[in-house]
Nanobody
């Protein structure tokens, strides 16, 4: 069982940057792909980015491509989401999630079984 805790959210002006962290406990995160998702008020949760267990493959939603970067440090049991050039429409609660299958060979957008509690990101205009 993997427990995930996000941090790094906050209030930032449009054009600014934030780095979110997702720290795992209970099990090493190095065996799992990890994804970031977000949910704005009144909207469905949506995929943001994902990284393969090895770090060798990533995937991004079109809305964040070129602005956000997902990375991982398996030695620290941590996955990061660097968010640059933030826009007001990036405002949401951001969640990290771990894939339920060890060493999955490809990154997915919908195979996540373990979720953190979320961290709020607010971008002012």
């Amino acid at each position: 069982q993997v427990q995930l805790v996000e941090s790094g959210g906050g209030l930032v002006q449009a054009g600014g940057s934030l780095r979110l962290s997702c720290v795992a406990s209970g099990s090493t995160i190095r065996r799992y792909a990890v994804g970031w998702f977000r949910q704005a008020p009144g909207q469905e949760r949506e995929f943001v980015a994902a990284i393969k267990w090895s770090g060798g493959s990533t995937d991004y939603a079109d809305s964040v491509k070129g602005r956000f970067t997902i990375s991982r440090d398996n030695a620290k049991n941590t996955v990061y989401l660097q968010m640059n050039s933030l826009k007001p429409e990036d405002t949401a609660v951001y969640y990290c999630a771990a894939d339920g299958e060890f060493f999955r060979t490809r990154v997915t957008r919908d195979r996540y079984d373990y979720w953190g509690q979320g961290t709020q990101v607010t971008v002012s205009s």
